[in-house]
Structures are given as C-alpha cells and as structure tokens.
C-alpha cells in the first residue's frame, strides 16, 4: 500500500492538463492541496494499526492485504465494513472521503463485465480483472466520470446538435478506441490517478457510440480538466484540520483521446447502459449511507460544541435539535445495513447493495441537509457569520477588543473559543458550506433520481394486494414469496 | 399450539369481569368480536405450512415447535424473523397484530429477573422460567399491563395522595402478595389469557411497594376491567376482512389482588424499576418497526388502490406521494433490522434489540401517522368521507343512483369498487382511523419519549469529539473503540 | 330575519326527498338535528345585540337589516367583516358554520350574470336579483351544489358514457328547463331551504348543456337527496355544544327535473364555465380564511385546556407547539385580510377576494390541518381514544374506579376533568374527527387545486425578470406597475 | 434629500475607525464598497419619477418631501407603502436593503421617548424631534445597534464579570454621558452616517445604568468598528447587478465614549428597557415582512430562470416548487398588511405595526429560508457549485470547450446562459449564499424569539374559553369584546 507522500509523489509526476482560473497549473498547485489531504488521509489511517481490517482488507483476487477502497465486497459483511469505513473515515476530513467514487466505478465495472459476457460473449471481464489487479496493486485512486454535458435534455444522446455532449466512440482501431465528449461535475478528477468512465444513462439501439466504459490516467493525452477547487481561508493562528480540506470538481475534456484496448470496458452494448449506470449509482447511493451520517455526526458535534460555547447546552430545545441528528444519521446508516444485508451476490463475485435501500437512505440524506445546517446556524446565532477575520484577532489594535468577545462560556478557554467559533464559520459560513449542501443534495444522484429508482423497483402491486386482501376484493393473500425471503449472512 | 377456536372457547370460559358501556359483559360480547379476530389470526397462521419458520420457532427452553409470539429472542435472526412475522402478520389484520405487547413483557422479565437474581441472590428467574415454558406449551396470549393511572404527573409515585395511582403491593403473605391500583389504555387486555405487570417508569428508595412486576390470569378474583371497544359499522353486503378487525382498550382495576407468589417477578427491587421498564419499552418498540411499516404497507396499497379507482393513478404527484410511504415504512423496518444486528445478548439468554435504533425507528413512524394519513386523503378526495352509507347502496329507491357514482375507472367493477370505496372510507374516516392515528403517535411510547431515550443513550461527547478534532482543539481522535464495534453474526 | 325555530319549523314542512341509511325520511331525522344546530345558531346569533354589524349587514339592495350570510359585500371591510363573523360563529360550532357556501354561490352568481349579459345580452342579472332579493328578504340557507359525480375523470362532460356524470340540460322549455345528472359531496344540502347549482368546471364548446346554473327549493319534483350524516355519540350527562353540533352530506339527484324560468342564472354559456367555477372557488376559499382559523383556535384551544388537565401546560415543548396553531391560523386569517384589501371589485359591485391570498390562506391551512390534530393527540397522550364510555362513568360499579382516573391535576374538578376528556375525545377521536380532517384538507377545493390556481395567476415572468435584472441579464427592471398598485381603502 | 453621490462623499470624510482584516481602513476600501452600493440604491431610487410616492413621503413633522426611510409612519397605509418600497428595493440589491433597520430605530424611539416623558416627567421626546428632523433634513442612513456581546448568558447585564458585555453608562456629566460596552453583529455600521444605539433586553433595577439609548455618527471618538465585510468574486466579463451588492457587519467597541445630552434618549430608566427592545425588534420583524417576500421572489425568479436554462421549466414538479416561494413569501406579505391595519397609534403618533402579525410574518420566513434555498438548488443541479472560475471561461485554451457546457437550452444564448448560470452560483454558492441563510434565521430575531413573543402575546386563556364553551364547561362565551375590534382604516 502507497503511503500518502508517495501518493502526492506520483500525482506531481503527472502531465500538466489542468486549467485552473485561466491558468494550466501542476497538479501540487496551492489551489489543489486541500483536495489533496482528504485523499491522503486513506492513505495515512491504512498505515495506522487501529484501522487494521477497516480500512484494509483481503483482496479477493490475490489474498494479498490492500487498502478497502480498492476492494472489490464479497459479503454483507464487507459492505458493512465498507459502509462503517467511509463513515469513520469521512469524519477525519470533514463529510466527504472522496475515493469511494473510484471503488464504486470499480464494482459497478466488475459486475457488469461479466453480464455483458455472458450475453455477448464478448472477453471484458477477464480484461478488467487484469486491470483492477494493477489498481489494488498500485494503490490507486481513481474518480468516476459518469455525468455528461448532456446538452438538451429533451434528446436523447444520439440526438444532439454536438455529439460531444456525451462521452462516445469516434473510431475503432486494433488496439484501442478513440474517444471525444465532455464529462462534467467530475469531484476530484484533477488529483485522481485515474478515470474511470461509465455511461450517465440508459441507452436505445441508435446511442451505440455512447455505450462506452474505460478507465484512463488522469493526465493521458488529449485530456484536459478544467477544475474548480473549493478550499476555505487559510489560518494563521487558530489552525484545524476540517480548514485545512477541501474539494475539486473538474470538467473533463476527451478530445479524440486515445484508449488502449486493454482499458476498455464496454464499447457499442448499449443494452447494458442502464445496468452499468445504476451499478454504480446504487454502489455509490450505498456508499452515502456512510458519509452523509458523518456529515451529521460532524454537524451535531459543532452544533453541541457550539451550544456549549454559548452555554445553552443543557436546554430542553437544544437537545430536542440534537436529536434530529441523530434520527436522520442513524437513519441513513439503517438503511445502509439493511442494504448490505439483503443485498445481492452479482454473477461476478461481487456483493451488490440492496438497490430500495440503498436509495432510501441516500434519499432522506438529501431531503435533510438544508434542514441540518438550519439547526446548526439556530443553536450557533448569527456570530457565524458575523465573525471578524482571524488577522482581526491577531492585530495590536483590535485583539482586546475581540477577546471578550469570546468569553461566553468561562468553562471554555480563549483558544478553544476561537478555534469552535472559528470551525463553525468555516462549516456554515463558508464556501464550504454551499459546497456541502449542494453536494448533500446532488451528490451521488439527487432525491428525484432516487424517488424514480424507488418507484421504478417497488412492487406496487403487491401492495395494492394487501389493500384488495383487506377491503374483500381478493379472497386470499399470498404471501408465500416474501416469507421465504431471508437476510444474507454475515460473514 | 392451540387453534384459533380453542383460544376462543377459553376465552369464554372465563369469568366475566369486563365492563363495556355500563354493563358487566361475557367476553364473546359482540363488540369484543373484532379484537378477537386479530389474536386469532395468529393462531390461525400458525396452522399454516407457508408460515411454517416464521411464525412458528423452536423453543429455547424445549427445543418443540412453539407460535413464535411465546418465543424468547435468542439472536439477531430471532429478532429480525419476529420484526418480519409482526410485519406480515399485521398487513392481515390492518395494521396491528396486538399479541406481540405480551411477548414483549416476556423477553424484558426473562432478562430482568436473571439480572436482580445476580445482584439480589433472589430467586425471580427460575419461577419466571417456569411460567414462561408453561405459557409456550398452553399457547398463551398475554397483554402486557403497563402505563399506570399515574395521578398527579409532577409528583413520584410514593408522593401520590392516591397510592392506586401506580400498581402496588398492600400485603405481602408467606403464600403470595396482595396488590391495588389502576392500569391505563392497555390494549387487548379483555381478549387475552393473562394480564402480565410492569412498572411503567423509574423508582426511588421511597417507591419500593411500587416495584413489582407479575403475571395473572385476566379473570382473577378482584380484577376489573373496564373496557371501550373499537370497530367498524358491520357490513351487510360488501364485507371485507378490515371491517371485522378492531381493538380494546381497557382500565384494568386491581382491587386487592391477590398474586401467588409462582407469579410475583419482582417485589421491592425499586433500583430494577427502570430497568425492567425500558426493556419492555424498547422491546415493544423494536417491534413496532415491525408493525408501523406493515401500517405504511395498509395505507401504501390503499392510496394505489383508490388511487386506480379514480384512474389516476400513473399522475406523477401521485407516483411520488406513493413513493414517501416507501421512505417512511422501509426506513423504520431498516432501524429494526440494525437494531437487531446491534442487539446484545442478556446475562439471561435473551437477545435484546438495540435502543438507539429501535427507538428512531419506532420514533420515525410516530412523527409520520398523521402525515401518512394525510397522503391517502389527498389521492381519494372528499368522497372518503361523504360516501352514502352501505344500506342506501342496497335500498330500492337509490341503488341505481349510487350505481352510477362508482363508476369512476371504466375497468373496475362495481363491486370492486364499492369495496375499494368502503374500505378508504373504514381506514381513513372511521373510528378506527382515528384509532391508528392515536395508536400511531403513542402506542408503545410517543416521539417525545422515544428522544427522551435516545438522548440519554447518545454519547453527544463523542460528537464533540469529532467537532473538536476537525475544530483543531484536539490533536487526536480516539476512534479505535468505535472500529472494533461489528455487527453480531446472524445464525 | 328569521328565527331558528322559523327556520326549522319551515323544514319541517319540506317534501320528504332525503334518504339515510335506506329509509326516506322527514328533515326531522334525529340523523339531522346536529347538522340543524349549525344552521341554527346562524340564526340565534342574528338576534343577539352583541353580533349586530358583524352577523348582520345592511342589504345593498334593499338598505334594510339582512343576515350577513345574505349579504353581497361590496368592499374590502364588508369581506373582512364576513371572515370575522365566519371565524368567530364557526368557533360555536365546533369549526364549520355551512352557511357560507350559499352565500359564496350568491356572490359568485352575481357577477357572472351581470357578466354574461354584458358580452351576450341577455337577461340573467335582473333574474338573478329578484332572487336574491327574494333570498335576503326571506331570510333563506342554501347549500350550493358544485361538484359533479364527474365519471371518468380522463374524459371531458360531453364525452363521458353516462351523461349524468354532470348536471346538463335534458330540454329546453318555454317557461324553464329540464335538467339531469348527479352532484356529490354536497355538505348541508339536506337541511338547506335551497339548492344553487353552479358548474364545477372550465367547459368547451361542446359542453354547452353542462354550462347551467339555478337555484331551487330543496325539496323540489324530481330531486332525491342521498345523505350521510355525521355526528357525535349523544352524551347523557356530560352535555356539550360540540357533541350536538354535526354535519351531513348529500348526494344530490336531478332526475328530469323542471326549473323555472326565473330561477336560471346561466343556460349554455360555455365561455363563462370556467369563470362561474372559480368565482364560487375563490369566494369560498375566502370564507375557509375565516372558519379554518377558527378550526386552529379550536384545536389550540382543545390543546390547552388538555394540557392543563395533564398539568403539563406550562412545559415548553407544549408552549412551543401551542404557538403552531397561532402561525397557521393567524397566517391563513392574515392571508385572508390581504385577499379583501387586494380585492377587485366586480362590473356587478360585489367585491370579490383577491384570488392569490384567498388561495394561499386556504391552501396553508388544507397543509396543515392533519399535523394540527397531531399536536391536540401529541399532548393529549393515549387516553383520548382509550378513555371508557360515558356510561361506565355512570354505573355504579365501575363509576368510583374512574373517578380516580379523572383526577390528574388537582385544581381540575371531576366534573370539569370529564368535560375536557370527553371534548377531546369527540374533537380528535371520533367520527366528526376524520370529518374534519378530510374537510379540512378538500372542503373548498384541496391543495393541489389551490397550487394550480397560484401557478395560473402567479406571473412567473415577472418574478424572473427580477432574476434576470440582478443577473445582468437586462439592464432595466421596469418596476413602476407594480409600484403603482394600492390596496383598496376600507369604508 | 442626498444623491448617493453626496451620500458616498459624506462617507468618505470620516474618520477612519474600521478595521478589516487587521488594518485600519477608510470607508472607501474596495471591501465595503458592495455594501455602500446597497444603501446608494435608496439614494437612487428616490430620485426617480417612478417611484415618488413609494421611497418619499411627506414628512409628518415638516411637510417636506423626504426619502420614506427617514419618516415615522402615521397610519396603516404609511405601514403598507413601508412594506412595498422595502420589497421592491430590496428585489434591486438581492434581497436585502439594510437602511428600513435605522428607520426601524427611530420609530422605536419615538414612541418611547415620549412613553418614558409621560412617565417620568423628562425631556427625552423632544430633544428625539430634534434629532430626528435633523436626520430627515440631511437625508441620514443610520445603522440600529442594538445586540450585545452578551458575555455569560445565563447572567442579567448587571452580574457580568465583564460590564462591557453590555453597552452601559459609565460617567455622566452636564453635557452628557459617557459609555463604554460592545455590540456585535451590526449591520451596515461601517457604511452608515450614524449609530443609534438601543437596549437588547428587559432591564431589572439593578440594571439601571444598561437602560441607556443614543444616537451618534459612527466616526465619533473613542468609537471602533471591527468590520467583516461580505462580498462576492468580482465579475471580468459577465457583470451584474448581484454581484456588486454586498453586506459588511461590525463589532463596534465604545470606549469611553462621549455621548452629547442632545444625543441621549434613555438614560437609566430600566422600566422601558423591554419595551424599547421590543419596540425596534417588532418594527424591525415587520420590516422583514418586505424584504424576506423580496427574498422568496428573487430565489423564485432564480430558481424559474434557472429551470429555462436547463429547459425542464413546465415540468410539473418544478411548478409545483415554483409556487412555494409563492406561498412563504406571500404570506409573510400578508402577514405585513394584517399588522399595519391592525397595528397601534402610539402617544407619539407613530403607527406600530401589529405585534402578532409582525412576529409570525418574520418567523415564517426564518423558518423557511434554508428550505427555499433547497429548492433552488434542487433544480439548479450540482453545476451551480461545480462551474468553472469566469477565467476559464474567458482563457483561450479553455473557453470552447466551456462554451458547449453553456448550450442546454436552445433559445437560450451563450451570454444570457453564463448570466444566468453565474447568478445562480452567487446566489446558492457564495459566500453571500450563506450570509443570505444565516442573516435569514437571525436577521431581526431568530423564529425562537418570535415563538416566545408570540406566547406572551397571545391570550391562550381566551383559546381555552373556546374550548370550555364547547366541552360544556362554561355555559357562555363572551365574544363581545372581540366582535368590537375592527381594522384600522387606511387613509
């Protein structure tokens, strides 16, 4: 396994291909660091003895001890520890762990693989084996490039006006494809390793060319990313490490970009679009069900540190709000359980994540994000935003002043005081903070998208049986198949 | 186990002790009927090999095949296979299946009375153990007697002007005990074999006489019930399951009781009274993550079903509506499924299910009856509630008017429409609704009582533990605890 | 003005056209009397110096004292002083006072007709104001009749199977009409002096014969009123104005029924369907700004004065949550103020309600009224629905062990204790209960018929136009429209 | 009355005494110049045609014409047109028009000077009149200071350790006062011509010297201002509007502050503490009554704006979000018009709004804001958070591939879209997004302090006695007094 330096090593190796603010900067760009420590961080705790068989597991394919995140679950247990490590891990860096994207890709590419041979018999699998192999080998961290530019949504990808609003086929050759399109909203792309692209949707006959699935280093020829990192102030005094995180989004430019047969994974089964689109979506719908309780867990923490820094944190209404947290979080990680453990052995190998599950866990994180910060900023008062800057706090003339602004609670030193308001600014008042709720919402597939997948696999019509059974319109309810129906095993 | 009718022809064996309306009644009194038929039902299925395993479990005192409603827990399968047996249980019934209160009582008196033996050197859990392999082999359904008249809220029960405002022992003889006071809202309790008492709440040295717990025969000399009945208007023609369901409630009056002392569970252990409480409490809420999705199942399949008969039912706000009772009802089922993965193993045997998620599961449902109700309201329109009644559907002079008002969607027959009319109208605009709607917020313990626990349970330190180590006011944070914590292995 | 003995001596005297439960009876049922009672104290309150000006108005026909529930207002202070008297009587009812619906058809009438004439020329408006003159002088209750029985619901009036599905004209006469078709849900039409049918729907061309309006006695040839009822359990010794107050709804059959000349107010005016509908719509949504508020007052009210009887009233989850009936209530009444403020008044000089608040009060409280129920049960806690019969508190052998239940807060006598519990009972957990809730979310049209009436009047462009100023989009924001609209004065 | 020219010269002649960011800054530092572009907005405005009548008034002291926020309103319709000039203006800054909080100030003090003057015989109201008509003379912007640091907020002013906790008098002399204290969270300060200082809350005796009141220019000596300004990245190419508006908050440290007598409107009378306190924030809650519509109208027209550009803007669900901003932000309208007719006259003149109506007007918005947001983020889509910087957009090596990203919907143009779509990042996520969020909940009075002036100002006895009469427990409900109260009339 890569230690989180010689992760950092590798990333200034690259190519330089990505556009930041008009300019094309390295990829150790000042900008890009914050980024960068969240994925140093899977990197650190896997060195870590404490997280021994959490953030590390058997590969299933060479026994060999590798970092989870490149680990392909076998069991309801493995998606549980899987589940349990994002959650633990993404509180380290503030909600969002960032890797699981590629790991998702990765499961979701190892499943559908095998399907499409076994229909076409086509030889994906065995390439992608080949491939996934390597990454666990390499300790690889790869994003997902799954969203499209899409350009009129009232078409279909065959449609548009420019073909390159999603990622297609432009020509085949012997030993490899070449691809053009634009992939959008990529989180960290531009620090990745890899890409791994998969198609964003469901696809008819006339979409052939969009039926493409591939996985690339990130700084290959004719890419380019055009990114967006989001960071927050740097401190100078009153340093933590959620300041010290960030994000980056990156659009992703193929332009006639060249992939090696090896690294293709679909090319032209367009039946199988939907399939692999959700694979991953559902794979990554579960792998929220860990972050976004730590999202909540993170948000509690601040919002009770905060109560106690304005020494209201034994009233009846701020405890009332505290448990909302824990009612949504526990929630999204039940869902989470229960998905893992009446999830689904692919023919693969892979365990697949119960697809109902999965998305009603990941659907309620989205609907309560907003209402979460909401709680938040009423138990903090409106100093989150009302702060002076830090160099304020610093400076001859004005530090007097600001440090009797920080005695509220004697119980909490002038420290600790700046460094809990200061944290609470950063998480509610930040861009960091808008990062978070747009992300809590659309992130992994937004409320709508999972309402449609619910709706689409829930078997109304059972339902509508128990209600004929009761008003006397069927004289008997079968109920034969879902008694059968039991839990998976742990492991 | 026994058939639905020889529990019925115990029932009117017994003695009559039951008052409805004013007058002293036998319990095969028409407006008892309804709640009957719910406790029949589980032994009805029982005899039925497609329930075989789920309803039925083997016995962990006997190792014979016993109704799993006398079955003590004994791992996490256990508990998921009785959250799966109320689930399905309950859709056949309308909602709620009742027998589970006493079982409930049960798993908390075989956990409690081992665990004063341990700390007292009493005696509690062999005799409790006799009773309860005794109440497997005659197949016994027992209510479970805990909410106490209470008096004065703001006063202990030791303060109270009036001692029966809690249950408690006046006497206590070489042979046995002799207890007075009132219980409150005890459902089934005029239907079932035996009345099994439980403290309802925490002690204090002053409240020894009121910490004890027993189990009785219903018709024991000096016990009144005072029952209210609740079921729908009989149907003439178009009879449906539902409309043969109903409930009751009673105050049960112990009147200098005497209690044998083979029966008396626990007497003047006051440091065990909150105990013996919250494992009932949170066992029964455990199973409510059983029921209430079985209710979400009920009003799901109701709204789609009236939905069809005002051919609407493709409308997207209809799609989505549908889709929350989903959200809500697997949410809740997914706690229980957590809970009982995350239960722990009594020093007794019994496998507890897990507080914290059994009470947000239970809590979820509590906050959502009213708003499920309203869903269902919404999609079938006033008519719900303005529906003629049956005897006009059936008179000379108007059937042919009312012939036309069914016809809505061409593809549905006018019987099945009366019957799908019919049956929104008995759920949602009877007094059994507003029964469900009660029993949905309080049944079991009410959301403020379900944050009341889990406030006491959540370790908000931890939380801040998070804050602070992201806030930079910690260097470290210890999560080394939390990583080793694994689900319990399901047999 | 009439009595309301008069007006119940002169239903009595009525054709006996109404059938309940499959017997055909006189307006004397027993079934009617809780309905009669809400019709009566519109007329008992008429008599009371303390109401003069609010349920009394001067007639703008006549100058004379009229019943206000006659009244045509005819400016801002005279729909402020309707919501009032709506409000304030509804709270003596127990939350629906019925009469306005009449009124609000009467309104609606009056400027339809005058309209039509005005584009077509003919002769409705005179008509119609004989009528009212008529209806004001006698002092007259009519229930308006709006909703059709509507048959398929995907399918337009002179498209559908059965053409009863709507009320249409058979044949045209000389001295009046002939008209068929069925209209449903009609609350108070049983014990109304009058019917006034208004269509319920924008029509096409060819609906030509669904495009009719008329008013006509109750009891006319050729009408059959199917009716449910709804009402308490009648108490016998814990009487209460609530538990006497009730509501009945009708379906209403025309079956080849003649109508007069004098009493058609529209005959084939297709254009004005549409208009008609909504101009009763609006009206009537105006009048729920003022009932619903008093539904909230109500409820708040119950709420209290239940929390008193559990002595937890001055607890601040219970203060808080009282403050929830006062948001919704005063909100919805607030909306209902800016409706008469911003109202328009009409070519025929009614003043008519501005739709976007008369819509957004209503719509507000249909959102909230089944969450408003959950917080009566909330507080009240189980014993709402669990409390024994009245008649076991009067039995002798039972009576003293209630006695005991009822003594919860000291300062409360038994009596009154029994008073509140039996309220709460009758107001959250009995058949007049679900009445409420599904009146509360559809009586005047439900949400998402409000929704839809916002989106149409809601210029969306306007709202983006300010989008596109502040986005730089556009360089000016023409603002001065907007700026130049006043409220209208009150007299 | 001033240009904004002349108001921004005024400006920059103060002393310099903000600090940002560790300097000392003139008050033309390119930091505050969003904010000062807020407030040149009112200059604006009151010089054109269009808005005469609305922005200007007459003066109720001098006839003179003077821009609206400077007058003290003298009847409802004053109140109503307060309302819409604040709505209107603030849909022009983004949503927020901060001078109506100076205006709101004044109001306050006019009332209670004159209230303290009849109690205690002193001079305070006049010397205010002065002051006053100097302030509309010069046409003045001032900024309301009236939250404190607070220190322990489990202890009243006077038992701080820490006196500057709260503004207090330290020295008095003949010719005034000195005073010392700081008060935080002042928005506007550092742009404003004048402070005008007010207590934050009820005083007791021993509080005597925190009951103090003044109006002073903020450059004044021994005055500092510890200012965070908040703004957003300025634009290169796509300019607008929004983006130049900006807000700026100030801790403002009085340091042995000399106050002139003729400046000083509260010295030591800590009976009106309370009411001086809720007499601003009820002013100020019905100020928010304008701009928090003119929030929802601009989140409206964004997210309309926004779903056209993604050309989903007739799908049902996006209409049905649409017309929520419709419903909070027209209620909070509502609410606004119900308090200026129901509001007060005050022994001044002044006309106070309703205190009901003004606090749940602004609670519903408080407790809407961070929902409002969700939907337009909702059908924004993640790209309003992962959108390219400007600068890519403009660099060559980048600038065709973003402008495919641009093309979605057809009739949109490419300029138009990256307007659109930069407006949208501004809006939803910026560092304005979250001051917007923040300044939402707290902004004039968090929904808890609304709640809690709610409930001492609604007479739930009066809901009981509704309660009573119809549980039967009185026989009479006395509505005489209610009946009585009539609106004000609007002149």
Redesign the interface.
Known sequence: MRTANQYFEDLKKMRSNV??????VSRDDSRLLPNINIIKTTFELAQHT??EG?ITARSSLTGKKINRFTHLPQNP?DL?QKQ?MIR?TA??T?GCIQRCMGQDALCALSVATKEIDEKFGTGYHERFMNYIRDYQERDLAGACAQ?D??????KRPFEQ??P??YVHVVEKKSDGIVVSG?K??ITMAAIADEIIVVPTRALTKHDKDFAVAFAIPADWDNI?L???P?YIREKKK??????EMGAS?S?I?FDNTFIPMERVFMCGEWEFGRRLALLFADSHRFSYTGCKPAVS??L???T??IA?A???EKA??V??K??E???VG??A???G???A?YGERASSGTFCPNE??AN??R??MGEN???E??IL??IA?????????E??F??K??EQ??K??M????KLSYE?SC??W??VEDL????M???Y???G???GG???ME?IT??IN?D?EA???????????NEE?D??K??KT?????K
Chains 1, 2, 3, 4 share one sequence.
């Not at 530019?149 to 009232?154: E, F, H, L, Q």
Request: charged share 25%; with cysteine; glycine share 8%.
């Open positions: 556009y930041i603010g008009g300019d094309r404490d997280w959490l247990l549980m349990k633990l509180t380290r503030g969203t530019m899409k350009g009129d949504r009232s006006e420019d390159d609003a634009v959008i909203s380019r055009v990114t967006r989001v009153f340093k933590s490490p959620f300041a989004e659009v430019v867990d993170i509690c923490g601040a009770a540190l106690e304005n020494d209201i009846p209404h405890r009332e505290l448990s947290f824990i009612g526990e929630l990680y039940a869902a359980i229960a998905a453990l109902m599950y009603i866990g659907r309620l994000i907003y209402h910060f909401n900023t009423e008062g409106g100093l989150a935003v009302t702060l002076p800057f160099d304020d610093l400076a003339e004005t002043d600001l009797k602004l005695k509220r609670n004697p600790n460094h809990a200061r944290f509610a008042a930040s861009s903070a808008v990062w709720q747009i992300a919402v659309h992130g937004s409320p709508i309402t619910l709706n829930t109304y339902k509508k049986d128990i209600a004929k059974y009761l008003a006397g319109i309810l109920q034969s879902e008694i039991k839990p998976n095993q742990i």
